[in-house]
């Protein structure tokens, strides 16, 4: 039988404990989900491409059926490469919603043999984001309870806070 592949593209600046929910939710679903980073996402990243594919790389590797790569152009078209037939996005609050739901019928239109499919994160994850987790840890605020220790030591030395 076919493997079901899944791509789970994000700009992963860095990733959270609420971007790994959502991934532990796919790889449920799917026999093999791809973390795709986008390479050059709108807002310019505190982390590069490479640094934020090996944050990942560390967060997933007692993960077995989870792999990372790095892309740019259209998810779809690397979806495609992948021999994936669906795109993962995590949804938290009804905000969410409007972009998503447009992202999703967009990438429909691109690719109609691709389907998105929308997990809902964990109710201690909905106000989690990477923007607000770079915010508080650059003003020297805890974000261990929601980033992954790998991003909480990457981000701390980007800020120049004393790891030790
Ligand atoms: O983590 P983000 O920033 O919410 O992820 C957004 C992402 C990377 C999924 C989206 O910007 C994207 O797919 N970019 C790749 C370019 C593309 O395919 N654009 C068309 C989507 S409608």
Redesign the pocket.
Known sequence: MSQRVAVY?????PVTLGHLDILDRATAIFDRVMV?V?AN???TPLFTAEERVEIIRQCIADRPNVDVGS?D?????YAESLGATAIV?GLRVLSDFESEF??AL??RR?KPSINTVFLMTSFSNVFIS?SIIKEVCALGGSVDEVAPDVSVRAMRRKFGIDTS
């Open positions: 593209p994000g700009s992963f600046d795709a986008l996402p709108a807002k892309f152009g259209l998810t779809v078209d996005r447009t992202m967009m990438n691109l990477s």
